[in-house]
């Protein structure tokens, strides 16, 4: 039985903005996002991984890059670990975006039909997608530890899927840049093994939405 991983992107410079950028291309990681990338890469050297897929998101596919290239493996894209279509909300930053329309998180994480109706997609359309792939690795990859290096909220979709967490938890949560989250499934169970996985030396770091 094999280990899902999945792995944030390393700190991007729509982090540090506190931009709501989602698919929006051109959105780089910072020295310090690579920094993270690089020392994430030399933290899987132990954990025997076989596979990487990546979101296209130019700052998770940056990472994705980082990690392959330090452990040997090839990079594949997969469009089910993406970043959330954030809509209307596109390019907003993020104290704008909570004057004018209230704690969009938490009506995010609730389901409310604001959040569909300026073109933002649903929590439960990624949850959807995200176990879709998961069901394609554990299918294709199932003895093998696979890295999907994908960002916050696909993270927070599987996560939600084994632990029952409410809207306020899910909207406090944080996954680190660059952090490992591992998962393990077994006969159609799923159970976390890691959550926030990284260096010690990281955990005084500002931890970023």
Known sequence: ?????FLRHGQAKNNVERILTGRTTGIPLTEKGIEQAQQTAKF????NISVIYSSPIQRAKHTAEIVGKHNSIDVTIDDRLIELDMGK????????LFTSHGNVFMKFYNGELEIAHNGVETFSEVKKRV???VDHVI??????NVV?????DPIKAMLSTVVDLSPTNLFELIIANASLNIFREHKGKFSISGLNIMDPTRFNETWYQ
């Not at 039985?1 to 991983?5: L, Q």
């Not at 899987?44 to 954990?47: D, P, S």
Request: glycine fraction near 10%; proline fraction near 3%.
């Open 44 to 47: 899987l050297e132990q954990m």
């Open 139 to 144: 299918q294709n990859h199932h003895d093998e």
């Open 148 to 152: 999907l290096v994908t960002h916050m």
């Open 131 to 133: 176990l879709g792939m």
């Open 89 to 96: 909300f596109t390019g907003l930053p993020y104290d704008d």
């Open 1 to 5: 039985m094999g280990s899902i991983i």
